[in-house]
């Protein structure tokens, strides 16, 4: 700062204490006094003098949290210029200038206007200048100074947090590390001991203690159990000061768990467990189960659990259900109580995650005593065999044993069992069996050929209990007996050609035969005894189950022989021995130069009778001709004997029958009776119709007989309800006409007859007028006079 003046800064203050300086740059312009004096203004009264300046006072001291009545003095700003005459004017800027500081700018003095918190701020830099009220100039150079805040302890230790949660394992040496609680302390910690904070417990002794300096909780009992106690809560406090007597504190809450470890083994409420089975149960039943309790938890409470070598360990096994710790007893081998009745098992428990820090301790396992009865109950008879298989021979006869089967009863009671064969396993009915011993025997004739294994089902039943029965199947095997001959296995349709040489193969036979002999077939081919020697062919056995057909002569001619038949015997080789004779026909047939067939002695035949192919489908075309005429004949004689009686070419629909006959009048009583209507009494009770012929004679039914003087109206209504119902009647599509008008009927009458009887003759002119359709009617009644007469 160059300046040639220097403003001295007298303070006041309440307070005593050293107050630092920091040298200050002077300056060398001569315009200036080289001397300036600056004063510090005490409560005496006194001022000190100096006669060179190379200081400046520029730093304050105020304490914090000032509860008085009055503004808070700083101390006064002052410079040698001021010559007391109120020329100068004193300007405070700065951080907080104006509002939380403020200045006297006549007399310098600063003063706190309100209380401050080092908390908030500690430190505030202000700058300090003198103006000359009348010119407006600074006398001295603006000069910065600090004003510090001095902490008092106004704040309490704080945690970083309300609630801390931590574990540590059970059985913890002592002076385990738990964890760490920190407080921190808003006061200022190079002044004093406001911030020196210092940890303390006040809840959780004797389990816990926690560091005084670095708040590090650790445990202070040896082996605590969780088994014993899980939950521990631990307060500590944390206090300024230094923990002396006066400082402000704070607390916080630990909550601690002590986690497991396995340290205990499973141990069995009881030492003996007793269960009972039937002797029936099926393999893998859960007889019952049985837990040991270990009071660690998670996976040290795991456990598995065994069955110890000795009695029952073949019989039974014991499985761990994982969810529940719980082992269970479960059957191994088939129970029998006429065998064995108890067994007495040693079962053992064990966890499956030991600690070895533990072990010491004991064996990590329990036994216990687990007796099982067997309960004796009704069983089912039992086969000496899971199946039986019986061989027989087909030829066996009817009734013979074929074998037996044997059941018994497992009971102590030993009750009687008969035997049965289950009809649903044999329906033709071919076996049955003795009841009382298990003998099976036949019923009917077995044929291996067509049935070579019969499956049957035995089932044994107790007499006193018939709900107690077993099922056995019975394999029957039909063994071979030679009872079939050999015979050709196909059809052969053999020809020899009419230019065969001797010596020549026309046909190579096999056979077949049904029976099925352990060292397999073997057949024999040789000409029947009655013709051992035939003149035409040659039987050539080729000792491989087939025979060889040769021609013996040179030359065949189907006009002479046609057809051959060459009867073989075949025979087999086992016993006894069976055989037959296969007859061979052989066509001859006309063939070409290498052998192929052309045409054979059948159509050769059909040509020396005169009739060629063609005439043969001659024949039948004109055969078939003849019969679709005679259907066409039948079918249109049926059609017109169904046509009606009377066609009328102005009928135009099919339902209305029309009478074109005008009959004989009134006198005609054979084409219609008017009497009829005259008299209703009259009529004749029923008459038949005598348009068509009747197909069905209907019994003739009785009419209700009308009264005297009925109404004709009425009479027709009831004709027409009888024709309705009768069913000799015409079909309901005819049309039944009744020329009645009525009674008294108030309409004049209509007919051209009475027209000469009028009085007057009438004009007919107005039917003109209505249009062509009434075209005819007027030229026949609107015409002259001349025309009408």
């Known amino acids: 700062m160059r300046t040639y003046h220097f403003l001295p800064l007298l303070i006041w203050t309440s307070v005593f204490h050293t107050i630092d300086a920091i040298p200050l740059q002077e300056n060398a312009n001569s315009d200036f006094p080289s001397e300036k004096i600056m004063g510090l203004t005490q409560d005496d009264g006194k001022v000190l003098h100096r006669t060179k300046r190379g200081w400046m006072w520029n730093q304050f001291f105020l304490l914090e949290e000032y509860t008085g009545t009055d503004t808070q003095y700083v101390g006064k700003l002052h410079t040698d210029q001021d010559k007391g005459d109120g020329n100068l004017k004193y300007i405070l800027t700065g951080d907080g200038a104006g509002s939380l500081f403020v200045i006297d700018e006549n007399t310098g003095d600063i003063h706190a206007a309100k209380k401050l918190d080092r908390e908030e701020k500690s430190l505030y830099i ?59 302390d808003a006061d200022d910690a190079n002044y004093g001991n406001s911030a020196k904070v210092v940890y303390s417990i006040l809840q959780g002794q004797p389990y816990f203690s926690v560091d005084p ?56 409420p009881q030492s003996t467990y007793q269960f009972h089975s039937p002797e029936s149960v099926p393999l893998g039943t859960h007889l019952g189960r049985i837990k040991a309790n270990d009071p660690d938890v998670g996976e040290n409470a795991e456990m598995e659990y065994s069955i110890a070598e000795g009695d029952g360990a ?17 059957v191994k081998q088939n129970l029998d109580f006429e065998n064995k009745m108890l067994y007495t098992l040693r079962v053992d428990a064990s966890n499956t995650h030991p600690d070895p820090r533990f072990l010491h301790l004991g064996p990590f396992k329990d036994t216990a005593v687990v007796k099982i009865s067997v309960e004796d109950i009704d069983e089912p008879p039992v086969f000496t065999k899971i199946f039986y298989l019986i061989e027989v021979d087909e030829d066996v006869k009817e009734g013979s044993i074929i074998g037996q089967v044997t059941a018994y009863d497992p009971d102590a009671m030993n009750n009687l069992i008969k035997y049965s064969v289950d009809r649903h ?17 036949t019923l009917k004739p077995l044929d291996r050929e067509s049935t070579p294994w019969h499956n049957i089902t035995i089932t044994a039943t107790e007499i006193n209990n018939s709900k107690q029965s077993s099922r056995i199947p019975v394999f029957i095997r039909i063994l071979d007996i030679n ?88 025979f087999d080789n ?18 070409d130069s290498q052998g192929n067939m052309q045409s054979c002695n059948a159509e050769a035949l059909v040509l020396s009778a005169g009739l060629s192919t ?57 084409a219609f009776d008017i009497g009829t209507l005259r008299n209703p009494e009259a009529r004749e009770d029923s008459k038949l119709r005598r348009d068509v012929m009747p197909e069905t004679i209907f019994q003739i039914r009785r009419t209700v007989p009308l009264w005297e003087n009925i109404d004709v109206q009425d009479f027709i209504h009831r004709r027409l309800k009888e024709n309705d119902s009768d069913p000799s009647a015409p079909p309901y ?27 007057c003759n009438q004009d007919y002119d107005y039917l003109s007028d209505w249009g062509p359709r009434f075209k005819k009617l007027a030229d026949m009644y609107g015409g002259d006079d001349s025309d009408r007469d």
Do not use: W
């Open 126 to 184: 202000l700058r300090a200048k003198a103006i000359d009220r009348k010119t407006g100039r600074q006398v001295e150079p603006e000069s910065e100074f600090i004003i510090k805040i001095h902490d008092i302890n106004d704040n309490e230790p704080k945690f970083t947090k309300d609630l801390y949660t931590a574990s540590v394992p059970e059985m913890s040496g002592v002076g385990t590390s738990v964890i760490q609680v920190t407080a921190t």
């Open 213 to 268: 300096e670095s708040g590090i909780i650790k445990t202070a009992l040896p082996d605590m159990s969780r088994e014993n106690r899980e939950h521990y809560q631990v307060v500590i406090q944390a206090k300024d000061m230094g923990g002396q007597m006066g400082g402000l504190s704070g607390t916080t809450t630990v909550n601690i768990t002590l986690t497991d470890v396995n340290n205990n083994p499973p141990r069995f």
């Open 314 to 330: 073949d019989m039974f096994d014991v499985i761990t259900d994982k969810d529940t710790q719980e082992g269970i007893i479960t």
């Open 425 to 441: 396993t044999d329906m033709d009915r071919i076996f049955s069996i003795h009841s009382e011993n298990g003998s099976i025997f």
């Open 483 to 570: 009872d079939h001959a050999p015979e050709f296995a196909m059809y052969y349709e053999t020809f020899v050609c009419e230019n065969a040489k001797p010596g020549q193969l026309i046909q190579t036979v096999s056979v077949m035969d049904k029976d099925d002999p352990p060292r397999g077939h073997k057949f024999f081919f040789e000409p029947v005894p009655e013709f051992p020697l035939n003149p035409n062919f040659t039987i050539v056995d080729n000792k491989d189950n087939t025979a060889g057909i040769m021609t013996r002569k040179d030359g065949y001619s189907r006009n002479k022989m046609s057809t051959y038949l060459l009867p073989i015997l075949i």
């Open 574 to 591: 086992d016993y006894p021995i069976q055989s037959s004779t296969g007859t061979l026909t052989i066509r001859v047939c006309a063939c």
């Open 614 to 670: 063609g005439a043969l489908i001659a024949i039948l075309l004109c055969v078939i001709i003849l019969l679709v005429l005679v259907v066409l004949f039948a079918a249109l004689k049926r059609q017109r004997k169904k046509e009606p009686l009377i066609i009328s070419k102005d009928d135009v629909r099919d339902n209305i029958v029309t009478y074109n006959d005008e009959g004989g009048g009134e006198e005609d009583t054979h």
């Open 733 to 759: 599509d005819s049309l039944a006409t009744y020329a009645y008008e009525g009674n008294d009927s108030i309409a004049d009458s209509l007919s051209s007859l009475e027209s000469l009887t009028a009085d």
